[in-house]
């Protein structure tokens, strides 16, 4: 095991078990089972299972499965495949919130029996304004005084099942005026009529996430409870529960900053909108950071789990550099990665002073002397070959230093060659060059008096396997797809290229690979789902050098038309979604309706397709339009915003009309990505927009004398991009404002910054 730098969760832990509060570590990983993991769960993984390893302690994995509306098997099977393949070991099974059901309800009626809890019928609306706000005290709810008997009686009766949806919640019965709002009588129960996909229709009622969290980790002897910061405000009731629960164990809340990662969405909502729209081929298409993406593109364990130490963890939010990822998996490859050769961009070679039909078996080296490992492979060498395109100039630029009329090259491994025509196509394509060899070259020697120009590798023709090759870039063109408007406008249409490529037949030796280093092209790898020995496709893993660092150009200049464009970059499967909505909409008539419908009211023909391709998407529209929402805006905010598997159309449609009245009220009184993070927290979790805006201190900064300190620093920080900015690379300003917008955690007026920059770089 790699010894681990220490930080401020181990310090806690080291303490802890120094002054005897705790004997043992027991950590846990709780992900819902709804949706894939990705690079941002690997790294509470590594955490959580790395602090089990490194104190001999225990990681549970745990399913926080307790809202059953959204969660699935698939997700449940992926989740452990995908734990096991970062190579920790969670015992022999993983554990289920949802099997602690009966435990939370006696713990649930054990409060009602001590005054602790109370059922109340307030119905959402009027919970929400009996809560107050962060300026105003909240009130207490008429049910608050309900003798314990009723109260024994209504929890009861809704598990029963007598009560729809809403009819009754059961609530702490903390403080009301508590400061901190989560203290103010905070839910515990409400009723769900849905079945659950482990405990089926047993409950009708499900525990809300700040109840069953802190009992599940309690129940579990968890000495140390690490979650991401957003749960800081969470604390105080995670540890009221804890103390109430009567359970003897009491774990300790931890909260560090979760991975933000450049060039990427990290969000399940924003992932599977990618999957659900095709822009990629699946959860696991090789450009998606999710676990099972990064095993299909070629990335081991290893490297993951070493950029995960490299990160290390801390308590301040930042967003780590795509290069960094990549660094380390290159690291980790470079090692262990056998060296042959393969042309992806192939034009022919042909030797004319070479015997017909000869062929001579070279015995080259898997590794490079600096890698020192053992290992070689016969390659033949004859009279045709391949090289790259790309190592043949016919009127050679300056700084060209490789194959061009008159000049010699080096085969790698082989003869020297002269080049002595090249041959086009009629369009005017180079498809082959013809060259002489001298055959006293070979393994070392240059030509007499004669310049080698440089080496290229190659591959014989006549034993050459054919292969598809699959490069991949960044899924994003810009640093931060989330910094305002639609991440989907920031898609890298060029993040996918095709090639027909030929590798020597070293790949299929037996006991290589399954990953190669392709010299001076890559790391690649068998495609795990495509490719079949007849018929080989090769994904490139990584390039050998970090491409992205050179590029200055980090916005796309205008956005990327994504309903057509970044869709031809993946091969429709099966049944497409557009197909799968258009039956819907044949077999119900409803449906049909909407689609004409939604067109006469101005929506193109593409958002009245998703809107009307299922009920509960136009029931979504139809409801924000009866609140008074406009058709072309409620369409905007739900196709762009709303996640995918919202279950609750409907009780969300006021708070959605007032968010939009106050956002188009004032268009740069919060940022566009603040507005969209709200939306999606309103979605989820209720609430006034306006009271949100304030309490979480969302109102942009508008004034000069906040923003320029941070400009100036931006443009000190960065003299090269700057210089370039001066030199003509306007482009650049997409960079600058994505730094300082990031400096100022979202809160600048973008508008602003522009202003300032444009000033501070002229
Ligand atoms: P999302 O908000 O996208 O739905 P989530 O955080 O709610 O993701 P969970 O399944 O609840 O997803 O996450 C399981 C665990 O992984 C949690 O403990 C959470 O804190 C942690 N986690 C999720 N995302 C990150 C991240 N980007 N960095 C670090 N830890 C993360
Ligand atoms: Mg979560």
């Known amino acids: 095991m790699t010894s681990k730098a220490s930080d401020f969760i181990r310090d806690i832990i080291d303490a802890d078990l120094e002054s005897g509060k705790r004997t043992e570590v027991r950590t846990r990983f709780p992900p819902e089972p709804n949706g894939y993991l990705h690079i941002g769960h690997a790294k509470s993984i590594c955490l959580n299972f790395g602090l089990a390893q490194q104190y001999g302690g225990t990681c549970n994995l745990r399913f926080d499965d307790t809202n059953p509306a959204k969660e699935d098997q698939e997700y449940v099977d992926s989740i452990c495949a995908d734990v096991r393949w970062l190579g920790f070991d969670f015992g022999s099974e993983a554990l289920f919130a949802s099997d ?66 809403g009819a009754h919640v059961l609530r702490a019965k903390i403080d009301m005026r508590a400061s901190n709002m989560k203290m103010r009588d905070p839910l515990l129960y409400r009723i769900r009529h849905q079945p659950h996909h482990r405990t089926g229709d047993t409950w009708c009622i499900y525990p809300m996430y700040d109840f069953a969290h802190p009992l599940e980790d309690a129940i579990e002897g968890i000495t140390h409870s690490i979650c991401t910061l957003e749960f800081e405000n969470n604390r105080p009731l995670y540890d009221w529960v804890v103390a109430n629960s009567g359970l003897s164990n009491v774990p300790e809340q931890i909260e560090f900053a979760r991975l933000g990662l450049d060039y990427t969405v990290m969000s399940k909502r924003k992932l599977l909108q990618l ?58 490859l470079n090692p262990i990665a056998p060296r042959v050769m393969a042309v992806l961009r192939p034009i022919r070679l042909t030797i004319t002073n070479y015997e017909e039909g000869k062929s001579e078996s070279l015995t080259v080296p898997f590794f490079p002397p600096d890698i020192g490992k053992p290992g070689e492979r016969e390659v033949l060498f004859g009279k045709n070959l391949y090289i790259e395109a790309t190592d043949f100039e016919e009127e050679p630029s300056k700084g060209f230093r490789r194959m061009a009329p008159g000049r010699w090259i080096r085969l790698r491994y082989g003869y020297c060659v002269r080049c002595d025509e090249a041959v086009k196509d009629e369009a005017g394509n180079v498809t082959e060059v013809r060259c002489t060899f001298d055959d006293s070259t070979l393994g070392g020697s240059a ?224 940022s566009t ?33 906040s923003i320029q300190p941070i400009v100036d620093k931006v443009v000190a920080d960065n003299p090269g991009k700057v210089e370039a900015y001066k030199g003509g690379k306007h482009a650049l300003m997409g960079f600058f404002v994505g730094q300082v917008m990031r400096a100022s955690q979202g809160k600048a007026n973008a508008e602003k910054v522009k202003e300032l920059l444009a000033t501070a770089l002229n």
């Open 673 to 705: 990505a603040a507005a969209r993070a709200l939306w999606t927290e309103l979605a989820k979790e209720r609430g006034s927009a306006e009271e949100r805006i304030r309490s979480q201190g969302l109102e942009q900064v508008s004034d000069d004398a």
């Open 100 to 165: 602690y059901f009966e435990k939370f309800y006696e713990i649930a009626v054990s409060l009602i029996k001590r005054g602790k809890a109370y059922v109340c019928s307030l119905n959402e609306e009027e919970i929400r304004a009996y809560r107050g706000s962060l300026k105003d005290a909240g009130k207490d709810s008429p049910h608050r005084t309900r003798t314990v008997d009723e109260n024994l009686d209504l929890f009861g009766r809704m598990r029963a099942g007598e009560f729809e949806d």
């Open 447 to 670: 030509p007499e008096g004669e310049k080698v120009w440089g080496i290229i590798h190659w591959v014989n023709a006549a034993d050459a396997r054919s292969a598809e090759v699959r490069i991949y870039d960044r899924l994003f063109k810009s640093a931060n797809p989330d910094a305002g408007g639609n991440f989907l406008d920031y898609l890298n249409v060029d993040s996918l290229e095709t090639l027909k490529a030929f590798v020597e037949p070293g790949v299929l030796g037996e006991g290589v690979g399954p990953r190669f280093q392709f010299e001076r092209q890559g790391y690649f790898i068998p495609d795990s789902v495509d490719s079949r020995p007849d018929a080989l496709i090769f994904n490139r893993v990584i390039g050998l050098k970090d491409s992205w660092a050179k590029r200055d150009v980090e916005e796309p200049a205008k956005p990327i038309e994504h309903t057509k464009s970044a869709r031809s970059v993946t091969r429709p499967k099966s049944r497409s979604k557009a197909e799968i909505r258009a039956a819907a909409r044949e077999r119900n008539r409803k449906l049909a309706e909407r689609f004409a419908r939604y067109q006469d009211v101005g929506l193109s023909e593409g958002d009245a397709d998703v809107l009307s391709g299922s009920i509960a998407w136009g029931d979504r529209l139809e409801a924000l339009a009866t609140a008074g929402v406009s058709w072309e805006l409620g369409a905007k905010w739900l196709l762009n915003e709303h996640p995918r598997d919202d279950d609750e159309p409907i009780p969300f449609a006021s708070e959605a009309s007032e968010f939009l009245a106050v956002i188009e009220a004032s268009e740069s009184r919060i």
């Open 275 to 332: 999957v659900e729209q095709g822009h990629v081929s699946g959860w696991d298409d090789p450009r998606m950071l999710t676990i099972s993406g990064m095993r299909r593109r070629g990335y081991r364990p290893e490297a993951i789990v070493r950029f995960c130490d490299l990160i290390g963890v801390s308590k301040n939010n930042s967003t780590v550099d795509m290069g960094k990822l990549e660094y380390a998996v290159r690291d980790d």
